[in-house]
Each structure stands twice: as C-alpha cells, then as structure tokens.
T-cell receptor, first 112, second 113 residues
Framework: SQQGEEDPQALSIQEGENATMNCSYKTSINNLQWYRQNSGRGLVHLIL?????REKHSGRLRVTLDTSKKSSSLLITASRAADTASYFCATDRYSSASKIIFGSGTRLSIRP | KAGVTQTPRYLIKTRGQQVTLSCSPISGHRSVSWYQQTPGQGLQFLFE???????NKGNFPGRFSGRQFSNSRSEMNVSTLELGDSALYLC????????????FGPGTRLLVL
C-alpha cells in the first residue's frame, strides 16, 4: 500500500494564487521529501524535511510536517505557469533506511 | 556536474523479449535506485544499489533484475516482457542513501507490444 497519499489528486488555480497540497503517510519516518515532475519527465527534488523539523522554506515553497498527524503540506505561493506539474511526496520508513515510497501525486494546473 | 543520464530514452519491444536499461549517476554518487512509473500504479520502487550490492528490493517479480558496476553505473534488466511492463523507468542517484536528496534521470519510456 502507499506510504504517502497526496490530496487533492488534481488542483487548478489562477496564476498568482497560492497552491496547497497535502500528503499523509502511515508509519514513522526519518525524512519526507517533495518532488516535482513535468509531463512524464524525471523528477526534480524540491525540499527535504526531517522528522524533527516542523517547517522549511525554499523560495516560494513552504513545507510543513506534523508527525503527530503523520501529514505534510506543500505551499507554493504566487503561482506561475511554470509551476504546472505533478507534485509527489516521498517518505522513508523509520525501520527501513534503504527504501522510500512515493505517493500518488497531485496534478497542479496553473491557469493564465 | 553532469546530471543522471539514462539510455535509451525510448524503447519498443514485443512480449517475451528482454530489455536492458542503463543509468549513469552523478559523479561521486554511490547509491542508484530504479523506479517504475505507470498511470495505474504510480511510482514504484524497484531496487537500490550501493557499492555494487543490491541493498533493497521492491515488490516486483524476479523478471526484474539489476546490477551496479564499480564506477556506480547501473543497469536493469527485464526478461520475458509482458504488456504490463510498459512504463517509464526512472533512475535516481544520491550520495549514499535514498533518504537523501535523489537526482533523477529523464527516464526510459518502454512500450511492450
């Protein structure tokens, strides 16, 4: 079964608006990562947040992690057309250091 | 530094054939992982190699195998291809573990007819 599940599955917003995507997972983790994928290409790493961190920023990206709720959110502020992509969270398992599991992804569309 | 490269980029095979995909990681990266991506199953972990040893394996049949060479380059092989093996196969490299930032290649798109 999926360790990470993104919500919503698809999101369409106007350029300039903020986009929020959520990820829930089932077991204890060491790290959680967010990746972006443009139209069937390779994934690009966005942010890694460790289990002892609660929030992390990178440019227009803000990631939060709530280990008590086993959930994370990715906020993209002031969205641009180039942000149109699929976004995936990836989690490891605390007991298994050599395996990560990707969620099903959120497809984000930015309308001009 | 050059990024992760994968060859070939596109491949068409018929059922029953076998295929070998190649991945060259970023220089200095010793961990190489492989993933299968399909519309139905999403991104699924195949296996990870580190220092020429398979460190972990996902839930795939034995038809899927791989190896890593001393220069960290990796190959994956799929024997007796099935229609369901049609997918985008992604390779990723990292310095030492999959828990770190992984750098993905562009993928090999395999179509099985």
């Amino acid at each position: 079964s999926q360790q990470g599940e993104e919500d919503p599955q698809a999101l369409s917003i106007q350029e300039g608006e903020n986009a929020t995507m959520n990820c829930s997972y089932k077991t204890s983790i060491n790290n959680l990562q967010w990746y972006r994928q443009n139209s069937g290409r390779g994934l690009v790493h966005l942010i890694l947040i460790r289990s002892n961190e609660r929030e992390k920023h990178s440019g227009r990206l803000r990631v939060t992690l709530d280990t008590s709720k086993k959930s994370s959110s990715l906020l993209i502020t002031a969205s641009r057309a180039a942000d149109t992509a699929s976004y995936f969270c990836a989690t490891d398992r605390y007991s298994s250091a050599s395996k990560i599991i990707f969620g099903s992804g959120t497809r984000l569309s930015i309308r001009p | 530094k050059a990024g992760v490269t994968q060859t070939p980029r596109y491949l068409i095979k018929t059922r029953g054939q076998q295929v070998t995909l190649s991945c060259s990681p970023i220089s200095g990266h010793r961990s190489v992982s492989w993933y299968q991506q399909t519309p139905g199953q999403g991104l699924q972990f195949l296996f990870e190699y580190f220092s020429e040893t398979q460190r972990n394996k996902g839930n795939f049949p034995g038809r899927f195998s791989g190896r890593q060479f001393s220069n960290s380059r990796s190959e994956m092989n799929v024997s007796t291809l099935e229609l369901g093996d049609s997918a985008l196969y992604l390779c990723a490299s990292s310095l030492a573990t999959v828990q770190e930032t992984q750098y993905f290649g562009p993928g090999t798109r395999l179509l099985v007819l």
